[in-house]
């Protein structure tokens, strides 16, 4: 079983900076890939971003160049940090580990973005 906790979500304004943080727990080198996804209100759940167990890393038009996806594997910990924030950036961002077929959510951390 593999429980994640996301944190570093918060309310920021255009351009600024932010990064969200997943603690896995369990072996982390049994997760094939970590991801980071995104619900808007009325919208639906989308990738964001995604990091392989060989740290090929993986991208969707509107967030490449701004938003960057790591893991630390000494700490259990996959990251996101998320530059030049837009408002369209606001909404609940989940981390998700792929561990074999299987696929883990945390609960979800809120991003909200103003103007």
């Known amino acids: 079983q593999v429980q994640l906790v996301e944190s570093g979500g918060g309310l920021v304004q255009a351009g600024e900076s932010l990064r969200l943080s997943c603690a896995v727990s369990?072996?982390?080198?049994?997760?094939?890939?970590v991801g980071w996804y995104r619900q808007a209100p009325g919208k639906q759940r989308d990738l964001v971003a995604k990091i392989t167990s060989s740290n090929m890393t993986i991208y969707p038009g509107s967030v490449k160049g701004r938003f960057t996806i790591s893991r630390d594997n000494a700490k259990n910990t996959a990251y996101l940090q998320m530059n030049s924030l837009k408002p369209e950036d606001t909404a609940v961002y989940y981390c998700?580990?792929?561990?074999?077929?299987?696929?883990?959510w945390g609960q979800g951390t809120q991003v909200t973005v103003s103007s």
């Open positions: 998700t580990a792929d561990q074999g077929y299987k696929r883990y």
């Open positions: 369990g072996s982390f080198f049994s997760i094939n890939a």
